[in-house]
């Protein structure tokens, strides 16, 4: 069962932000929606999880399930744990001790199982972005939703963190949406990228990413290509035949 927006539309004061959104995403996917700053990208998030109410338009196979959130800002309670950050975000979704297991798995998984005692002041930049990422992918969510979680980074970091978020969706596929202005950061993630236009946001083109997986790095001719279509796409030129 996939999971869509039909003609969402959505103003504040009058101004419009969403201007007849149409967005579907299938399960065991990641949907990435690239955009340039303002246009309404994390008003699109909002709306996919119901947070949002829609002027206009309805949501469709979204109703009930449970989302996760990522953000650019780690987010994190500065006075507990690594380990009782992941919990706090598991409150009431689990049994204490299922939740604390499930959170052990992914903080393996993230490479901080020693980290896991340490106060979040104890981390270092990348570890807590790490670490967000695990709670998010840690919380039972029917999607996962990330709002520019790649950003407040160089890019060195960036990789790697990119890495350490498809090696943690990996282990349970959840469909996923992904955030950015970063054309390289959308063809290193998505099986489909949605280019949006300029505020009132409207979907230019939905680009499906071809290159295997175990094929993408960045510098790659593969990876280049597929970022030299979607500059053109995003700066209004004519795709060249694929």
Not at 51 to 71: I, T, V
């Amino acid at each position: 069962m996939s999971y869509s927006l039909h003609g969402a539309r959505k103003s504040y004061d009058g101004k419009p932000v969403l201007d007849g959104i149409d967005l579907t995403i299938e399960p065991g996917s990641i949907t990435v929606v690239l955009g340039p700053s303002g246009c309404g990208k994390t008003t699109l998030l909002n709306a996919l999880a119901g947070l949002c109410p829609l002027d206009e338009g309805r949501r469709s196979g979204l109703e009930g399930l449970r989302f996760s959130y990522a953000f650019q800002e780690p987010r994190l309670l500065p006075s507990v744990s690594a380990r009782e950050n992941a919990a706090f975000a598991l409150s009431g979704a689990l049994r204490r001790d299922e939740a604390l297991s499930r959170i052990d798995g992914f903080l393996a998984a993230a490479g901080l199982s020693e980290a896991a005692n340490l106060l979040p002041s104890q981390l270092s930049g990348g570890m807590r972005q790490r670490l967000s990422l695990v709670r998010a992918f840690a919380y039972p969510a029917d999607m996962l939703l990330l709002d520019e979680a790649f950003q407040a980074v160089d890019l060195r970091m960036k990789i790697e963190l990119m890495d350490v978020f498809l090696d943690l969706w990996r282990r349970e596929r959840p469909a996923t949406v992904c955030v950015t202005h970063d054309v390289e950061e959308a063809v290193y993630l998505a099986d489909r990228v949605i280019v949006l236009s300029a505020r009132p946001a409207r979907v230019i083109e939905d680009f499906p990413i071809t290159v295997p997986r175990e094929e993408r790095s960045l510098g790659s001719r593969a990876t280049m290509d597929a970022e030299a279509r979607l500059y053109r796409i995003v700066l209004g030129s004519p795709p060249e035949p694929r």
